[in-house]
């Protein structure tokens, strides 16, 4: 145990593998209390699913906050993914100024887009919001879809390091300090994550599997929070994270049955292995 306790502020899709149901069990499995704040209850995620039911909990969260506040509860890292509503964002930044500790790590999954599309319920006027809570960050953690809607840079498949310098530097502009890029790739078969910190980019490469799976950027998010808050610095979590991502994804893919999210379970052994838990 790392003595660590972490409040991840996301969606619970009660079926379907992303945001809390992969949050809870990632960090947890890194050694890592892991307290949650529900922005949301659906039956299942949104991605493939008709019909879903969606719960919006704002007004239940400024309660949730004031009585933590009351029992001095406070948490070593704030980590914030997939909001349900636009009223949300400013309940977000509150948390994260009043509810860390000294010291604490403040980490934002911008989590509204992928492959160059908004999720069902987001819309421009979400995004536009997103971005006023990049300053409130030390860890931004977008993939190269939310950096072009929360920029405005033109989003691209194909591209070159000055495309991902271009975004790195815009979303600097808008107050982003570290940040974590998940789906950068620039060779057929390959992808990676580039990671901003002091002005200088750093690259990790892997090989890029023929199938996306669902749910993928959560728990890229988790296992890196989990890394993090094991000592690890920002590119070894960042590292850590895209294997642990890319072995829950190998064992998956082959399974037609499983589209909805990927069988992050079956590599939690070697995501703790990657960590030195025993
Ligand atoms: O994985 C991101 C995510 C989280 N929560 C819900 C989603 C999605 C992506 O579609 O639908 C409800």
Not at 44 to 73: C, V, Y
Not at 233 to 244: G, L, M, P, Q, R
Request: charged share 20%; with cysteine.
């Amino acid at each position: 145990m790392t003595n660590k306790k972490v409040l991840t502020v996301q969606d619970i899709s009660c079926y379907g593998q992303c945001s809390l149901t992969v949050a809870l069990p990632i960090i947890s499995a890194c050694g890592v209390e892991t307290c949650i704040l529900p922005s949301a209850v659906l039956s299942t995620h949104t991605g493939g699913f008709k019909g879903f039911t969606f719960r919006d909990l704002t007004q239940d969260m400024p309660a949730i906050i004031n009585h933590w506040k009351s029992e001095n509860i406070k948490f070593d890292a704030i980590y914030t993914g997939y909001l349900g509503s636009i009223e949300q964002v400013g309940i977000v930044k509150n948390i994260l100024s009043d509810m860390g500790k000294q010291d604490s790590v403040k980490i934002v999954d911008p989590a509204f887009a992928d492959h160059g599309k908004l999720y069902s319920i987001f819309n421009l006027d979400y995004v536009n919001t997103l971005k006023t809570l990049i300053p409130n960050a030390d860890i931004l953690l977008p993939n190269v879809s939310e950096a072009s809607f929360l920029t405005g840079l033109e989003y691209k498949e194909i591209y070159d390091e000055d495309y991902i310098l271009s975004l790195f530097k815009a979303l600097k502009s808008l107050g982003a300090k570290t940040i974590v890029m998940t789906g950068v790739g620039y060779k057929q078969g390959y992808t990676g994550v580039a990671v901003y910190q002091n002005d200088t980019v750093s690259y990790y490469e892997h090989n890029k599997l023929e199938k996306s799976c669902h749910g993928t950027g959560d728990i890229y998010a988790s296992a890196f929070t989990g890394a993090l808050l094991n000592g690890k610095t920002v590119f070894d979590s960042a590292k850590i994270a895209a294997d642990y991502t890319v072995r829950c994804m190998i064992n998956t893919i082959d399974d037609s049955t499983h589209w909805y999210g990927a069988k992050f379970e079956t590599a939690l052994p070697y995501l703790m292995q990657l960590l030195d838990i025993k």
